[in-house]
């Protein structure tokens, strides 16, 4: 978290996925199974730009559970796109369960995610501890003080 003036903020980043012509049902909708895609595409993105991390290989699903607010369509007056952004709901020592909202370009939100991301050694094969300079880049995009020990 981020002191401002005496007030605690988080930091939160927003990405704009682009939504194509394969995303969408036979009635003009973003079929369910793709809200997946676009999540996790905004969070590579995240990862890479906010925390650091490198490859997509750096870590692992574990969890993820969609809460589906309003319909999405393509538009014709709008831009074909969404935007996601990112705060952490909670600091582990090997994971990271972050808070993801998309929302359509006029600032409606379509979604939510909880999503638990697990750290990955990718020689080892098995999960590992977040590294210090890890934690520190995480800390700012915490939405309270939920770190674990």
């Not at 049902?25 to 973003?30: A, E, I, L, S, T």
């Not at 995610?113 to 750290?119: E, H, I, N, R, Y």
Request: hydrophobic share 35%.
């Amino acid at each position: 978290m981020c002191q401002k003036g005496g007030i605690a903020t988080v930091a939160s980043e927003s990405f704009r996925v682009p939504l194509r012509w394969r995303d969408l049902d036979n009635q003009g909708h973003v079929y369910h199974a793709e809200y997946l895609t676009l999540f996790d595409q905004a969070r590579t993105a995240w990862l890479h730009s906010s925390l650091g991390v490198r490859n997509p290989d750096e870590y692992v699903i574990a969890r993820i559970e969609i809460d589906y607010l309003d319909e999405l369509v393509v538009e014709i007056a709008g831009p074909p796109a969404v935007d996601v952004s990112f705060t952490i709901e909670k600091l582990g020592n090997k994971s990271v369960t972050t808070r993801e909202t998309m929302t359509r370009p006029d600032g409606t939100q379509v979604a939510t995610a909880s999503t638990v991301l697990l750290m990955w050694d990718r020689d080892t094969r098995r999960t590992r501890r977040l590294s210090t300079e890890e934690r520190s880049l995480i800390i700012p995009y915490l939405s309270s003080v939920r770190s674990e020990p």
